[in-house]
């Protein structure tokens, strides 16, 4: 008889933004009148830009003419895409990434989730808490986090790095040495980020104590203050460290597209085996490379048009953050992010539990948010908000929350 991986069964319940979908579907059921105005899940909702799909046309078009049809991706991506992502991301900003340090794949989630496997199971995670659900889920269905506890809602061999607004959000180094430290900043869900002084501590500590940093830096186009890093590359020694995630779908409306890259420098080594090697080889045997067309409209990101486009419809999601966080100021709750990311964290009001603010608010005001809680235990009496929605929808949320 064939046997499981029994590591699934050690999760707890379904993946959080599941859990919500079937909140939210249940509830529209039973009234299907209530026009529901969705904050919850960090999808855009803006049309891709021209600049992209100008770019996709013309590949669609080359893949109807025998001529310039393409078949499989090179499997860690094409020259044009890495070229484009080692010069604009990284070289621009003076940091140290090569084209063949980028791998392209179909997205940040699907890196972040499988990137643990190169590592041994024996490692010890950290994260921090509130933190993205992927990040553990994934560990626990490796077998890499021990036993759960439901009371605390935290498994036995995992680091917790509370981040709360004692400490401002940022997560402190840890008194147990993990082997692979999780940071993503401008940060899921939270919406705080780290300066350069801050992140450069981080690189030294991982440097001094043997772990690899897993940097995700989804929400890098969202950065408006100036000491805030793009790349963990633009700290000294990152190279021997760090591992960093990229994502289009949040600066360039990819969610449903699909397109994302890891970068591996070649410096990062575990005795002399590079962790480059064990990516490619992983990429190699599982993967066949995202599709010719969607890494041609990910190079029109990089372009003059593309880009100019994308800044605007940056403006626009941030304009968004910017009216939810004034507004909820406004009608008292205390709020934070929203300046450097599309998420607006705020305390419950009342010492209301992060579930029974997000039912409150969804029977109330027909708004769907996410709990904190659904994040970690840190994130208990707290709720996310996003920037994704549209204007209108946003404007309308907010007087509705303001209203109750
Ligand atoms: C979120 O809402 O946290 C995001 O949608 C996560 C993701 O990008 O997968």
């Known amino acids: 008889m064939f046997k499981i ?15 919500i979908a079937k909140k939210v579907n249940g509830y529209t059921t039973a009234n299907p009148q209530k026009s529901i105005i969705r904050l919850g899940i960090g999808d855009v909702t803006q049309p891709l830009a021209p600049a992209i799909i100008e770019s996709l046309h013309n590949a669609v078009d080359e893949m109807g003419d025998a001529a310039t049809f393409h078949g499989y991706a090179p499997d860690l991506g094409y020259e044009f895409l890495r ?35 190169i590592f041994s199971t024996d490692n010890k995670i950290a994260v921090c808490d509130p933190v993205y659900p992927v990040y553990v889920d994934t560990n626990v269905m490796a077998g890499r986090t021990g036993t759960y506890d439901a009371e605390s809602e935290t498994w036995s061999d995992v680091i917790y790095m509370p981040c709360t607004a004692e400490n401002d959000f940022a ?33 030294d500590y991982a440097n001094r104590v043997g772990a690899v940093i897993i940097y995700d830096a989804a929400y ?30 949040k600066n360039a409306g990819f969610t449903g597209v699909r397109l994302g890259a890891t970068i591996i420098p070649k410096d990062l080594k575990c005795g002399n085996v590079t962790l480059h090697s064990l990516w490619a080889r992983r990429h190699g045997t599982k993967y066949n490379g995202a599709p ?25 999601y941030m304009n968004n953050a910017k009216v939810i966080s004034h507004g909820l100021r406004d009608a008292g709750y205390h709020v934070s992010g929203g300046v450097n990311a599309p998420y607006i964290w705020l305390k419950t009001p009342d010492g209301m539990s992060s579930w029974d603010f997000f ?14 809680s659904g994040f970690g235990p840190s994130g208990e009496g707290y709720f996310r908000l996003t920037a994704f929605g549209s204007y209108e929808n946003t404007m309308e949320a907010i007087q509705r929350i303001k209203a109750l």
């Open 292 to 316: 010719y067309i969607v890494q041609r409209a990910g190079e029109a990101v990089y372009s003059e048009k593309g880009r100019e486009q994308l800044k605007k419809q940056i403006a626009y």
């Open 220 to 249: 890098e186009a969202y950065i408006s203050e100036a000491d805030v890093p793009h790349t963990i590359y633009e700290c000294e020694g990152a190279r021997t460290c760090a591992i960093e995630l990229r994502s289009f779908s």
């Open 171 to 203: 997560p402190e180094l840890p008194k147990e040495t993990p082997d692979i430290i999780y940071l993503c900043f401008p940060n899921n869900p939270t919406g705080s980020t780290l300066t350069k002084a801050q992140l450069q501590e981080w690189v």
């Open 359 to 372: 039912d409150f608010l969804l029977e109330k005001a027909n708004v769907v948010g996410t709990p904190g």
């Open 5 to 19: 991986n029994d590591n699934y069964l050690k999760l707890p319940g379904s993946y959080l933004f599941s859990t």
């Open 83 to 117: 070229n484009a992502m080692a010069e604009n991301d990284y070289r621009s900003r003076g940091c140290d990434i090569s084209a063949d340090e980028v791998f392209i794949s179909d997205g940040a989630k699907c890196d972040s989730g499988n990137i643990q496997e």
